[in-house]
């Protein structure tokens, strides 16, 4: 290839990002923003002056700076905090929970967890306590149900605030796909939202159902299983993240590849670093340098140290 065409390619490049950073210099010094702008839902976190607030993607300020902090918008909403109170607004800038609580989580299936004090209880998108606080522990709802802790046990409410399963497990998570991972004396399970055991509690790990597959520990080795608690993937590797569009990341001997949902490998462990893909794309580290991969493994974009620089000048 025509190094003279590649050195002008790289020089265009540089102007680029040299124009774009200083655009976004110029806007940082009209608000006073000291994070790098970064747009979720529509709305970016601005700060004036050490307090938070939003704009749009026109530039145009939506919720003023009047809070201590923000969360990114989830949906509709956002948690907001003054002082050391949280609440939630609107993307309007309305309230809908009025910054009253120790901790505060965006709505999951239509209630957000709060805690007041030491005691955890649920708001409803109309800002009512529907579940006053009173457990020591909660997780936000999940399939209808959510976990709660009483006397140092796990078990799990309805959104009426009913007693579904009756606290007795060491640990919980979440329902997902319509099972939970639960552990007793340190052996992981699933159950379903009956409360029946529906896959023996034999695991020294186990990860939530995704894509109908969980990862799960056999001794000192991970592999995946699925709803009816066949092995899929016999346990061989270090650890396995969660499947997200037909793949999951896996490690072993400190090397991260990928693998499909019959545990074939389409990328074998050989990238010392492996980040979760988005969009489409995840970025790697392969004997100091960096590039981008798709999902079906294929290297977009390869690894040199040119790109390493870019890469990490862009953070």
Known sequence: MNTQYLFNALAAYRKVILLLMLAFFAYAMAFGQEE???FKEGYAKISSQGKFGFIDKTGTIKVPCIYDYVNDFEGEYAVVRIKNKYGIIRKNGTTIIDT????????????????????????????EEVIKPQYQFAMGFSNGLAVISVNGKNGYIDKQGEQIIAPKYDFSLPFSEG?????????????????KEVIELQYQMASAFEENLAAVKLGDKYGVINK???MIVSPKYDDIRGFSNGIAIVLDEDKYGIINHNGREIISPRYDMLDSFNEGVAMYRKEGKLGY????????????????????ASK
């Open 100 to 127: 009253k609580y120790d901790m505060c989580e965006v709505f999951s299936d239509g209630l957000a967890l709060v805690r007041s004090g030491s005691k955890y209880g649920f708001v409803n998108e109309a800002g």
């Open 36 to 38: 790098s702008l970064r």
């Open 293 to 312: 991969i798709n999902q079906k493994g294929n290297e977009i974009i390869a690894a040199n140290a040119e790109h390493a620089k870019l890469i990490l």
């Open 179 to 195: 099972l939970a991972t639960v552990m007793i004396d340190g052996k992981y399970g699933f159950i379903d939202k009956s409360g």
């Open 228 to 230: 009816a608690g066949k």
